[in-house]
């Protein structure tokens, strides 16, 4: 068990939490995820890694509610207990001294490029952060992002604040007014990646996209990362999550990612048809460990009833 030593809302469907993993803190680099279970007969998922102390053995997630598992995580507060929490996993970001650093976030993904950006900015790099939501309630970490880049530029769709525009309007904003970059990192969802990634080729800036793929065990083994760059196939839980994103297979990517949207609706709405209370009742009874072995036909000295 893994237990939760802070949870609050960032935004109304994206939640901050702190959560107690002292191993996977020691080894975590920039880039890294875990794929934690909420509970025992859970479903596995990948997230980022946000960020991490050692000294005080918690690493960080930023979970947007979009699926069953996600939303079900969000229920949850601080001193509740998850049961499962695997890393860190996958290869850590490349980063190296290059001149200016962009790093690009839509949504939640600008908690996946939090870390990387806190790297590049360690390495002496000039860093830009572009920071992207629909409305200004999903533009997130921007004070984290302040503390710790060049420049800052948060942008929504609707205009509710900062830049009014898309993520990649700004940029070519920024290339049109004659930037110099050397480097794009660009973190979100799949339309918005290679959106960039066609802005950046066409002035040939290199750029690094952090793909988000069906992933199941993260080890490579069951092969449901699949994905496709440079024309090989690559398993994005170990050979990745990032790659050149002049590279990948974008339309590809979005197909795989569509295959379980139908079965997705029905747990989701599944859930809907739950109160909350229900939910976190449900939680607690799946993790009351009596509970458990009574529903595997055990007795209470673990043998056979």
Known sequence: MFRILEARFLAPTVKYFRIEARKIAE?????????????????????????????????????????????????????????????????????????????????VGTAI?????????????????????????????????RAICNEVYPTTDDGSYGFHGLVTDKLTELIDAGRSIHHVLAIGPVPMMRAVARVTRLHGIPTTVSLNPIMVDGTGMCGGCRVRVGGETFFACVDGPEFDGHEVDFELLMLRNRSYLEFEKTRDTELLETEPCKLRAAIADLQDPEKTRIREGLRPDGKES
């Open 27 to 107: 080894k975590r680099k920039a880039g890294q995820f875990v794929i934690i279970r909420v509970t025992p007969n859970g479903e596995r998922i990948p997230l980022t890694i946000a960020d991490a102390d050692v000294k005080e053995g918690w690493i960080s997630l930023i979970v947007q509610s979009l699926g069953k598992t996600t939303k079900l995580l969000n229920t949850l507060e601080a001193g509740d207990e998850i049961t499962d929490c695997v890393g860190p996993l996958g290869k850590p970001s490349e980063i190296g001294k290059v001149g200016t650093v962009v790093v690009i976030g839509g949504g």
């Open 113 to 145: 490029a939090y870390p990387t950006a806190v790297a590049a900015k360690r390495l002496g790099n000039h860093v830009c952060a572009i920071i992207g939501g629909r409305t200004k309630d999903l533009v997130i970490l921007e004070k984290e992002m």
